[in-house]
């Protein structure tokens, strides 16, 4: 998304405000507010993400293709996630880097608990974002592709929520209440759909982030997509946005088969759609009173 030119005039005389327009192949994008929001340096600039509407193909895109300008460690976590700063000439962004990929036959957990065939891997967020896309939920979850990290590792590139003022964790412990509950309410649901759909076995008050807007974003996926048939925990289920049945009850394999392999291996998709019955099952039984609209997030 290399920059051709840059358009700088006043745009409000007596209000001392600014407008810049980044001037693309393909786009025009307005950059309110201050100056400070582009950095002029020997001719070129940068802008943080924040500051222009990118697409979702765009900002796959960039996942994919900005450089590395900086690596950090991630804050939370016990997959050796890395958090990286990423720039293409134009945009910087930061990035969640995961590589891991590991499989036990028998695996034992801090808490005591055994699980069979354990899986945690970077492919299941990268499946997770695409599934998201074919559910309609893809502003509740952040893009993430798969790229090759230092050494030639194999990784998911997933975009790094900015504005983020805590987690679930947090809120809860402060006893801080959404200002709309409703809303909150509502998305929560999907939450819980979504995970039992992908039976997430390490979904935690952590990975649930929280915006300025107060918007709930699901992160972190590699312990998910079960083999189980059954859900994790069907009591979780309460209520579920009619878009969202609507999109489950259309899966199909050989969509799944198309969209999320080789993120996912056959019986993986298989008990991803005898769970995805399960959820159908149990909200036609309970009927209109279990359904809702969400309005799209912006």
């Known amino acids: 998304m290399a920059v051709r030119f840059v358009l700088y005039s006043p745009r409000l005389a ?6 810049i327009m980044l001037i693309t192949r393909k786009h025009w994008f307005p950059v309110g507010g201050a100056l400070t929001a582009v950095a002029l340096v020997s001719g070129c600039f940068s802008v943080r993400a924040g500051d222009i509407p990118l697409t979702v193909e765009q900002k796959e895109q960039f996942l994919r293709t900005a450089q590395i300008t900086k690596t950090h460690d991630a804050r939370k976590g016990v997959t050796g996630t890395l958090q990286v700063t990423l720039s293409d000439g ?4 930061d990035a969640s880097v995961q590589t891991i990929d590991e499989y036990k036959a028998k695996f034992e957990s801090s808490d005591g608990r055994t699980e069979m065939n354990f899986k945690d891997s970077w492919k ?11 559910l309609g939920i893809d502003d509740m979850v952040p893009p993430s592709v798969e790229r090759k990290y230092s050494g030639g590792k194999n990784a998911s590139f997933t975009w790094w929520i900015e504005d983020v003022v805590m987690d679930e964790a947090e809120r809860t412990k402060k006893k801080v209440d959404p200002p709309d509950s409703e809303k909150w309410n509502n998305e929560m649901y999907v939450v819980r759909v979504f995970d039992q759909l992908i039976y997430n076995t390490d979904r935690n008050l952590q990975n649930l982030l929280i915006d300025k807007q107060w918007r709930i974003w699901m992160i972190d996926h590699s ?5 189980y048939h059954d859900l994790k925990g ?8 009619r878009s969202l049945l609507a999109k489950l009850k259309a ?6 088969t198309k969209e999320l392999m080789p993120y996912l291996n ?3 998709i298989k008990g991803l759609l005898l769970r995805r019955d399960r959820i159908v099952k149990f909200f036609d039984e ?4 279990a359904l809702y609209d969400r309005p799209k997030r912006m």
């Open 14 to 19: 007596n209000s001392g405000m600014e407008e």
């Open 90 to 93: 134009t945009v910087t962004h």
């Open 124 to 134: 299941f967020n990268v499946a997770a974002w695409k599934l998201s896309r074919l």
């Open 223 to 227: 312990r998910a997509f079960r083999m």
């Open 234 to 241: 069907a009591k979780d289920l309460v209520r579920c946005d």
């Open 251 to 256: 899966l199909d394999q050989e969509t799944l």
């Open 266 to 268: 056959k019986e993986e």
């Open 286 to 289: 309970k009927g209109e009173s």
